[in-house]
């Protein structure tokens, strides 16, 4: 599935992320969702996503009640960490660090997350 990733497309993404954000939902409470989120689309668009997404086997739901339950069936993180491979390769060759590094130089961290990230630097560390 790893390689499939990739085929998420724009619409199918924000998809995901709702059902990331809601949890187990059904396509009118992810048609909320992206509507007070700025994204316009129509019911009937939502729910050949979700259906799509299913047969790709990125969500899966249960159809038990009149409206269908939908949940997604791979994490964010996997889908993170396979995106940011992708980028990595066709980027930076593979490696990590240059990545890292321009994200650190050109975005603005929380407080939280300079520390998060000090301390994974620190854990990283070879001298201690």
Same mark, same amino acid.
């Given at each position: ?27 009118? =409470? ?23 997404? =299913? ?5 899966? @739901?249960?159809? @038990?009640?009149? &409206? ?6 791979? @994490? ?5 960490? @396979? ?11 593979? &490696? ?10 050109? =975005?603005?961290?929380?407080?939280? =997350? ?15």
């Amino acid at each position: 599935m790893a390689d499939r990733l990739q085929e998420l497309a724009g619409a199918e993404l924000e998809v995901l992320k709702a059902l990331w954000h809601l949890g187990p939902t059904t396509v009118r =409470e992810v048609l909320n969702h992206l509507h007070e989120r700025g994204k316009k689309v129509a019911y009937t668009t939502v729910q050949t996503l979700m259906i799509r997404l =299913e047969q790709k086997r990125f969500v899966v @739901s249960d159809k @038990s009640d009149v &409206a269908h339950v939908f949940r997604a069936r791979v @994490s964010r993180d996997r889908v993170t960490r @396979s995106r940011l491979k992708t980028l990595m390769a066709q980027l930076y060759d593979g &490696a990590a660090g240059p990545l890292v590094l321009q994200l650190v130089r050109n =975005e603005r961290l929380t407080p939280e =997350e300079i520390e998060q990230l000090q301390e994974l630097v620190g854990d990283l560390d070879p001298g201690e």
